[in-house]
């Protein structure tokens, strides 16, 4: 049976027999694998601590680094990576060993073609099976645990978290996040896993009333309390009551609805407009702000009394990109929510399109991404969301310069040098302010280069 993997399978082979690593090169090469060669241990580790592999076929016994050596390291580096091992008369027993440390398959030598050919197309095909059941397993954790909403990287999960922890006790919470991070989404998740989930959850945006209107809706008010008041309205409050209101933007309230709602919390009552007798009121108040509210207690915009009672819990929600592991996620979650929203066929998005999403640093967060592949479904006409169907701020997007990303099994060595070209790269050439950057004298600057 030919390999079932969609992508070119690519392979890297191990073996300090310089010829026999050749003809084997020919072999998988004839099969249409992408091939890469390695003829020693240490090679073989720089290859793969840079390059994405399938799997990796290696003679066990080698110089310093050998094929056990190897095995372990493949498997803390690219863990879903099938391991093949070579053995020479003699050293079957470490073969098995290797098997029980996770190598898939051994093969002895003098080796035969078709015996080779078959134990790495099966590793191949396992090898697919395992990455796609995980994608699949991710996917189903993200969607399926929380239905809407969607993210598996540890900062996320933390809030998420903390979201459990806190739903079941009455405990007023704050949410900070920036703006489209999902702060109403996870003060409605607060609602439904608490014991209050059976009584209204009432939201209200304190930003987008002006303040006199926002008082009114807040609390209510009687018949004549302000011209225009013709009969009795409940307000907010009493909607809510047994439930739980969420006040969105509480740093946009002014002083005087301050003053009301930190009577609500440390009380439970308030007055209508226009009336003098205390209304009680049993509600959990969940806030939320994209401001920073300790800055607006300094400036005097925000009371200090009315800051602790709305902190009891703090929820920080992060911002997109500082869990781009959630950008594909939340990318397919959204792709399949509006494909079936405006009944299209589209399969996937491609590659580039993904690349291009984590490059991008989303002022906007998970609202301006859901805002863009729902725009891409729309405009799609091929089937497959591509680089075209992006707007341009994403397509054209330089990603900042000052940060480097280095990836986990980079040798010290390595990571020196990349600074190094990096703040040399920074200061355009520049040795001596890339010493200062760098807080090193230009003598070992230059040194060093
Ligand atoms: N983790 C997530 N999974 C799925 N959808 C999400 C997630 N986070 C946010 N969204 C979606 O992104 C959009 C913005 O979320 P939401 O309105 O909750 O953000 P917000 O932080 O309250 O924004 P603002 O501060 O501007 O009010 C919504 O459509 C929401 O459904």
Redesign the pocket.
Known sequence: MKSTIAETPKILLVDDEVAHLKTLERLFLKEGYEVLTAESGEEALAIIRREPLHLVLTDLKMGKIDGMDLLKLVKTLQPEVEVVLMTAFGTVERAVEGMKRGAYDFVSKPIKRATILKSVRQGLERQALVAENRALKARLAGLADEP????QSPA?RAALDLVKQVATSSTTVLLS??????????ARMIYELSDRADAPFVAV?CAALPESILESELFGYEKGAFTGATQRKIGRFEAADGGTLFL??IGELSPQVQVRLLRVLQEGEFERLGSNTPTQVDVRIVT?T?KDLEDELEAGNFREDLYYRLNVVNIE?PPLRRRME?VPL?AE??LSKYRQKNNRKIDRLSRECLDALMTYHWPG???EL?NIIERAVVLDKDGSIGLDDLPEQITSYEPDTRHITIPLGTTLDEIEKLVMHETLKLTGGDKKLAAKLLDISTRTIYRKI
């Open positions: 809407n909403l969607v993210g996320f996040g920036e703006s489209g991070t999902g702060k109403e989404l996870f945006n969105d933007e939320a994209h929600i959630d939340l979650y959204f967060n998970v609202r859901e």
